[in-house]
């Protein structure tokens, strides 16, 4: 099932703060976070391990509640090149990613 | 630099064609995925292997089917194409033994147009 993304779009203008939100209905192992630029392939940027590890991205940081299977992610003084789509997606204990249907993150200058 | 490669990069077929869309990649993972992409649906999962002689049915299995030939490379056939298979299509690869965390790698993509 996938996991509900919130919102669907933010526009921010540089140096500004956003937070996008993941919400799984499953136990989550762990919960992965995404950007796509425009006609480029998903990269990765963050992972949230259940037990509180993680890996990720120098400047962007993100939260995981295990408690209520919910991820979000900060992002921090905006640039220009945190514009993309950002997916979360969720892992059981399956090793499967659920894609959430995306963040459409626009930052001007 | 290790990559992910898929080929054709786009397609134009018509309803009832078979097509083939082909996956490679020399980062030496074990296990691969295929992904379509539509409009506000985010990526769904068709199939996934975790390594050679292991193949499992994603979320949208239905008319598709894969082949993994080998630890490389892994194929995605849709027998006879219709226009809701219409989408951008993602192979993708994970290694636990080498990355720990299961992240995953996207190849660039190959655009699907059935008419």
């Known amino acids: 099932q996938q996991p509900v993304q919130s919102p669907q779009a933010v526009i921010l203008r540089e140096g500004e703060d956003a937070v996008i939100n993941c919400s799984s209905s499953?136990?989550?192992?762990?919960v992965h976070w995404y950007r796509q630029k425009h006609g480029e392939a998903p990269v990765f940027l963050m992972i949230?391990?259940?037990?509180?590890e993680q890996k990720g991205h120098e400047k962007i940081s993100a939260s995981f509640n295990e408690k209520k299977q919910q991820s979000s992610l900060y992002l921090t003084a905006s640039q220009l090149s945190y514009s993309g789509t950002y997916f979360c997606g969720t892992e059981g204990d399956d090793y499967k990613l659920s894609f959430g249907a995306g963040t459409t993150v626009t930052v001007r200058a | 630099d290790a990559d992910v490669t898929q080929t054709p990069r786009n397609r134009i077929t018509k309803t009832g064609k078979r097509i083939m869309l082909e996956c490679s990649q020399t980062?030496?993972?074990?296990?691969m995925y295929w992904y379509r992409q539509d409009p506000g649906l985010g990526l769904r999962l068709i199939y996934y292997s975790f390594d050679v002689k292991d193949i499992n049915k994603g979320e949208i299995s239905d008319g598709y089917s894969v082949s993994r030939q080998a630890q490389a490379k892994f194929s995605l056939s849709l027998e006879s194409a219709i226009p809701n298979q219409t989408a951008l299509y993602f192979c993708a690869t994970s290694d636990l033994a080498s990355t720990s965390y299961n992240e995953q790698f996207f190849g660039p993509g190959t655009r699907l147009t059935v008419l």
């Open positions: 980062k030496g993972h074990d296990r």
């Open positions: 499953k136990a989550l192992y762990s």
């Open positions: 949230l391990l259940k037990g509180g």
